[in-house]
């Protein structure tokens, strides 16, 4: 009786111990993610130092030409659909002005 409560409570120990360490795992990660995110973009940030180390320097050289690159065509994709945009919603108020200029126009005649 007296080992089985030992066993028990050893088992109880060995479970608060386990989540322990999950919280603290936890934790750790969340304060790692926290720092990457905190500086991943930029000339040296954590995304650059990390892919200059799994990748070698030149990829990483590539990686960056790449990404300025990208980083234009979407600058040029941004400005045409914003330039659509500002021609749209002119020729839509062009076309909600035409019927008043058309009634103005008819009342001109009476």
């Not at 088992?11 to 995110?37: G, H, K, P, R, V």
């Not at 659509?84 to 019927?99: I, N, V």
């Amino acid at each position: 009786m007296l080992i089985a409560l030992l066993i028990a409570l050893l088992i109880a120990l060995l479970i608060a111990l386990l989540i322990a360490l999950l919280i603290a795992l936890l934790i750790a990660c969340s304060y790692t993610f926290a720092m990457l995110n905190s500086d991943w973009n930029g000339e040296s940030g954590a995304r650059d130092h990390l892919f200059g180390k799994i990748y070698g320097k030149g990829a990483l050289k590539t990686d960056r030409t790449k990404r300025k690159e990208d980083d234009e065509d979407d600058q040029e994709i941004r400005l045409a659909l914003e330039a659509k945009a500002r021609k749209e919603k002119s020729e839509t108020k062009e076309k909600k002005d035409e019927p008043k200029l058309v009634k103005e126009g008819k009342e001109g005649k009476k």
